[in-house]
């Protein structure tokens, strides 16, 4: 098969904004001359920004986890749960389906998403080749599936706002649901400046 | 090739501006990250207080993680692990304290667990019904670090560091209060019993109770106090009197305490300071009592009615009480006296007996004043056992001035010391009785009987013989008798011949004396004719023709 072209190859340049096609300069501080916008070949410092996120990302997962998200008040008999207690309690009290859903959304989309963006960021930066259909799959997946692991926040939120029976049954959120709630938004910011296109970029070591 | 760079030639320019911010910069996001967990990590650290371990006797209420502990109603920590000990004997809950609550962690901070109580004396911990148990905890003063604790089974009625202060009571038996039992000042709860304690020696009771400030300023040095439990019910000479403290005393016991009337000392007692705990109010405000004396009395009579506890009695004034009743035996006199110890106490005498101490002490008595009782036995000082209650026959000791009294030896060395007694009142009179029934015991009822007996034989005899012989006669003597007084009978009867000569007679008489009378008339008035006789021409007065019409005017007229 032979060689596709790149537009770095050609001397090219796209601007992300306004898609205008430049020449490139080969520096690193060239604007787009119709809309302004910063010209880059790939999204500038990707792996820098996205590892420095990840990292972010998993520093507040663990407060999230310790920490609870949760104080349910149900007369007067007061209940903190973090996020693990909280499927445990679900789990006991006849709910397995529920648990599951929450465990799904609450532990295993996060933690995916670490393995992923880590295991395409290494794969990238090594300029591996394996399975680089599959690593942009994946980084589809990573994508899509980013903003369903704020169910915890929602629950919390709506609980919060809807449980308010004073000394009968009260709901308040406690500091853990911002650390989970600041970890999605952090991942999908570093899955967001994950440039996909690195993944293929690997092929170049090749030859 | 060449076509692709014309392409690319052809193409605009990018404009160059001045360079942008260093991309390096997104570091400081995980930094932040960092720096926040990081802060978390610390303010943990830094929050984290002792660890502490309490043991109870059982884990009922306490939930692993959920259970705080409270004081003063704060959140001071938290049971983290609930285990049972290595010997299954007792649970050990693990708590983790707070930083704040490091001086919980002391020698002699307590723990307990609070749970809804519903006792006698009221109702505590309600609002652990619904939000479930908690352990309290009181600090303590010490500074020395501790880790393992043993948790109270009851809540402590006082916590360290409330305004008050704390009063030993020492009494005989604990009675029916319980630690918690109200304490009284004028009925009005002032404090409350916080412990108790068998004395070392196991004779007595020591209490502890506390007095909320700011009332325990009318704990005097003089102060008296008294177990007010159940119902004082009193007969005097003004009525039937039920004393109570309150509703919760009767059922659950409480004490009272107040000064006695009269001048006192009245300086606030100390911290700690000892006061015997009396039965009741009367024993509490008696004076005080001062030394316990024994002394012994032997009685040469039965004592039936004699109880322990009955008083004994000086001239009246109660000063002790009865101990023990033994049963002795004199060989000598072959008799059963009986021995009476007794418990008195000298100072409730008052003046008498500190005027008697100090003539006493002047006169170089010794401790016992042998020397002094031996006077005042010489003078006739006996005990007697005297009858308190004659329904019941319930006796008591009285010590009495007897100037009858027979002298006896008097030893007032003997420990202890021995009173002699004296019959007492009831005695003699039982004695005199005695004496009367002996005599007429003397009295020979059966002689008496028998002549009596014999006697009324006789008298049957004669009575019979009465009635055979002379009872006919009589009966012929009375026929006689009712013959002649018929006769009589008759003899008088208005138409009789002798009525009928009766009345003639008494007409002749009554004309007889009429005409006595006119002669006497006439002779009134004609004195001459007892000479010269009647004149011819004087007219009698006409004879009427019977006695019965007499006029008496007729009489009189002339």
Known sequence: ?207 | MTDDKNIADDLPEPVVQRPRVNASLVWLVPVIAALVGLSLVIHAWYDAGPTINISFQSAEGLDPGKTPVKYKSVIIGKVNTVRLSDDRTHVVAKVALEKSAKGFATADSRFWVVRPRIGLGGVSGIDTLLSGAFIGADAGQSQEPKEDFVGLETPPTVTHGAPGRTFDLHTDDLGSLDIGSPVYYRRIQVGRVSSYHLNKDGKGVTLQIFIDAPNDQFVTTSSRFWNASGVDVSLGADGLKVNTQSLATVLAGGLAFQDPPGPHDATPAQENDAFTLFNDQATAMAPPDGEPRYIRMRFNQSLRGLAVGAPVEFLGVPFGRVVSINLDYDEKTQTFPTIVGAVVYPARLGKAHDKLVAIAKSQGDDEQMSAMMGKLVDRGLRAQARTGNLLTGQLYIAMDFLPKATKVDFDGRTKPLEIPTAPGDFDKIQQQIADIVNKIQKVPFDSIGNNLDQSLAELHKTLQQVNGSVLPELKNTLQGAQKTLGNADSALSPDSQLQQNLGGTLQELQRAARSLRVMTDYLGAHPDALLRGRRADDKLAPMPPSPAPVEPSQGSKP
């Not at chain 1, 952090?186 to 996909?196: G, K, N, Q």
Request: one cysteine or more.
């Open chain 1, 1 to 207: 098969m032979s060689e596709l072209l790149r537009a770095s190859d050609l001397g090219l340049i796209g601007c992300h904004v306004c898609r205008l096609v430049c020449r490139d300069v080969k520096t690193p501080d060239a604007v787009c001359p119709r809309c302004g916008c910063a010209l880059h070949k790939r999204k500038s410092a990707s792996y820098t920004r996205t590892w420095a996120l990840l990292i972010a990302a998993f520093v507040f997962y663990l407060p999230a986890n310790v920490l609870p998200i949760m104080r349910t008040v149900s007369l007067g008999d007061v209940d903190d749960n973090t996020i693990l207690s909280g499927i445990i309690e679900l789990w006991r009290k006849g709910s397995p389906d529920l648990a599951v859903i929450v465990f799904t959304a609450s532990i295993v989309v996060p933690v995916l998403k670490f393995f992923a963006l880590s295991l395409l960021l290494i794969s990238s930066q090594r300029g591996s080749q394996w399975a680089q259909r599959q690593r942009s799959r994946l980084y589809r997946l990573v994508e899509f599936i980013g903003y369903w692991s704020m169910l915890d926040v929602f629950v919390v939120a709506l609980l919060t706002a809807l449980v308010q029976f004073g000394f009968f049954s009260q709901v308040e959120p406690l500091p853990g649901v911002v650390f989970f709630g600041l970890t999605v938004v952090i991942t999908m910011l570093a899955s967001m400046t994950f440039d996909p296109r690195l993944i293929w970029d690997g092929r170049e070591s090749d030859d």
